[in-house]
């Protein structure tokens, strides 16, 4: 089997800068995890609350430490790094070799959704946020690792886009509609896309989207990873001034 990552994500509108942070890592024990952390407001002051939550997360992660703990020290990090006045929206997917399982941890008000044995189905059990109130825990759903399964999180600007707009989106409709051949990236370019459309291009809130999907078949035993990332207007015109 192979496992495939994509993650897809713009700022909201006017922002230079994006509130969500996405980090992945490789597991120790071998498979990969994904930690997608939406910080409380928006812009630089939100993305120092989701760097501060996913470097956490992620190093724990690359050290060894389960999943559900990771969140756990993630949560007892910003509280007290921020004194309990700040909260952020963490879920992580994990394909955690060791175990031959795909891991939820969800921190979040917005759901993941998971495509297996050929039926969308929706991870939505109550989850608090982490960073404020004492002694929190992450919702946890494990599932075997096995082909065709799918599992796509988003920050709840995703979930969201378009209801102030005169239409919101419905993500789990949407998701239904594509063809079950689709790869990761394609899942998590497309629903960006239509969230972006519903926000007529300029997004109230920083979308992001993180798919993960497990295919029959390997073409090699090759890792591959690749990333494209907008330079800023500011970067290009400082090097091209007459």
Do not use: C
């Amino acid at each position: 089997m192979e496992i495939q990552l994509a993650v897809a994500k713009i700022a909201k509108y006017a922002m230079s800068e994006s509130g969500d942070t996405v980090e992945v890592i490789e597991r120790p024990h071998g498979g990969v995890s994904v930690v997608l952390v939406d910080g409380q407001r928006s812009g630089r002051s939100a993305k120092n609350i989701s760097n501060i939550v996913a470097r956490k997360a992620i190093s724990l992660l690359a050290e060894g430490v389960r999943d559900g703990a990771a969140a756990r020290a993630a949560h007892d990090y910003l509280r007290t790094h921020r004194g309990g006045k700040v909260s952020a929206e963490m879920i992580i997917l994990s394909a955690d070799m060791e175990t031959g399982t795909l891991v939820v941890s969800r921190n979040s008000q917005t759901p993941v959704l998971i495509f297996d044995q050929g039926v969308w189905r929706s991870l939505d059990a109550a989850a608090s946020t982490i960073g404020i109130r004492p002694r929190i825990r992450p919702q946890i759903v494990e599932l075997p690792l096995r082909p065709g399964l799918v599992a796509v999180g988003f920050s709840d600007g995703v979930w969201h886009a378009g209801e102030h707009r005169g239409g919101k989106i419905d993500v789990l409709e949407l998701l239904q509609s594509y063809p079950t051949t689709l790869d990761a990236r394609a899942y998590a370019d497309d629903l960006l896309s239509r969230a972006l459309q519903r926000e007529q291009g300029r997004p109230s809130d920083d979308l992001s989207v993180v798919a993960l999907r497990i295919n029959a078949l390997a073409h090699d035993d090759v890792r591959r990873m690749s990333m494209t990332l907008p330079v800023p207007p500011r970067i290009y015109n400082a090097w091209n001034q007459p």
